[in-house]
């Protein structure tokens, strides 16, 4: 049969694609070479930061809000308790610009926010140690989307709601057809998948799909996370007593301890190149040593405390950090919908809103 759309790639942009199409009415299939949520895509992983304090940039401000409102109206639809309000505390100096521009959107648009001084940081967070930080933004609205499985909730959503699923790697569709539209692609076992309109949401994988035209637009980073075991007895690393928190100065975020996996603490500053197929997932020691070097300065009652856990993941990112969702210049019904650049999970319920709408005509 022909679709009216195929999805290629059921991470969190494909996936909320989907759920928005079918909720459009149109025919839907989504195709995913692996797993919704699977260890090797950037939709992986146990959870993911969901924050509104994006600096003067109030296009994403407004998008997390968004994403925040169809997040949580999807799990009380499915009954997936994946959101934590965990809190969202930003670390930061005295003249950093991005805190301050935060500040000013997030009460420009209503969203509540509260500045912390040093000594309030003190006394509502006695774990961290302040030294350097001279105020901090606080979100007590924002919080933890819990990545995996919440991929995965979508795409079931999708699905019950009459969307089909294939499990398929597809051939990338250069050379299929020199211009103008596709009328089908084809998977590597061989089968063909006909649709009117083509969405390729392969995250890591979106630049080896589209060489030509994505390949110097697109770079992919290693991203490693490890997760350290906290104090026997010492519930202070979860919420609500630990937030979630950033210090973009330093390139480190981290998350309280949830669900008993350890206190959990990220490099956000761009990592080496990698192949999301062939590359090793080891944590490596230099990263690991930054990692207990920020730790023992930034939370005293962690220095000593073990790594119960480490993951290696990727960023796909784009020169600017923006998204990329755009027509491919040769084929009108082939939409390329990527360059999440570390920061594209929270958003993508927002995401498939816009890109459905854009498709079916009502933007």
């Known amino acids: 049969m022909a679709y009216d759309i195929a999805v290629i790639g059921a991470g969190v942009f494909g996936a909320?694609?989907?759920h928005f199409f079918r909720a459009a009415g149109l025919s839907v299939v989504l195709v995913e070479q692996h797993s919704p949520g699977n260890a090797l895509s950037s939709s992986g992983g146990e959870s993911r930061i969901i924050r509104m304090s994006y600096g003067g940039d109030e296009i994403y401000t407004r998008m997390a809000w968004r994403s925040l409102e169809l997040w949580r109206a999807l799990f009380a639809a499915t009954g997936d308790d994946l959101f934590v309000p965990t809190g969202v505390l930003w670390l930061a100096r005295r003249e950093e610009a991005g805190a301050s521009a935060s500040e000013a959107t997030l009460a420009r648009l209503g969203i509540q926010a509260e500045r912390l001084d040093a000594e309030e940081l003190r006394r509502r967070f006695p774990q961290i140690s302040f030294a350097g930080i001279d105020?901090?933004?606080y979100e007590p609205g924002s919080g933890v989307l819990m990545a995996r499985r919440a991929v995965a909730a979508v795409a079931r959503a999708a699905v019950r709601n009459g969307a089909a699923y294939k499990s398929a790697a597809v051939v990338p569709p250069a050379g299929q057809s020199a211009s103008g539209r596709l009328a089908s692609i084809q998977t590597l076992n061989g089968d063909s998948i006909a649709a009117g309109e083509f969405v390729f949401c392969c995250g890591a994988w979106l630049p080896g799909v589209f060489p030509d035209v994505l390949g110097s637009r697109m770079f992919i980073t290693r991203q490693e996370v490890f997760f350290f075991g906290t104090p026997a007895g010492d519930t202070s690393?979860?919420?609500?007593?630990?937030?979630?928190w950033l210090e973009m100065s330093a390139g480190m975020y981290g998350m309280p301890d949830l669900e008993g996996r350890g206190a959990k603490l990220a490099l956000d500053s761009h990592g080496p190149l990698m192949d999301p197929d062939r590359d090793e997932r080891a944590p490596s020691a230099a990263a690991l040593q930054l990692a207990r070097d920020y730790l023992h300065n930034r939370f005293p009652r962690l220095r000593n405390a073990p790594l119960a856990e480490a993951r290696?993941?990727?960023?796909?990112?784009?020169?600017?950090?923006?998204?990329?969702i755009d027509r491919h210049p040769?084929?009108?019904?082939?939409?390329m919908v990527g360059g999440?650049?570390?920061?594209?999970?929270k958003h993508g319920p927002a995401v498939g809103e816009y890109v459905a709408g854009l498709i079916a005509g009502e933007r």
């Open 16 to 18: 909320w694609c989907a």
């Open 237 to 244: 690393f979860r919420p609500p007593q630990f937030p979630t």
């Open 340 to 345: 999440g650049s570390g920061h594209g999970f």
């Open 312 to 324: 290696v993941c990727q960023y796909e990112n784009t020169s600017s950090g923006d998204f990329i």
């Open 330 to 335: 040769r084929h009108e019904n082939l939409w």
């Open 135 to 137: 105020w901090g933004l």
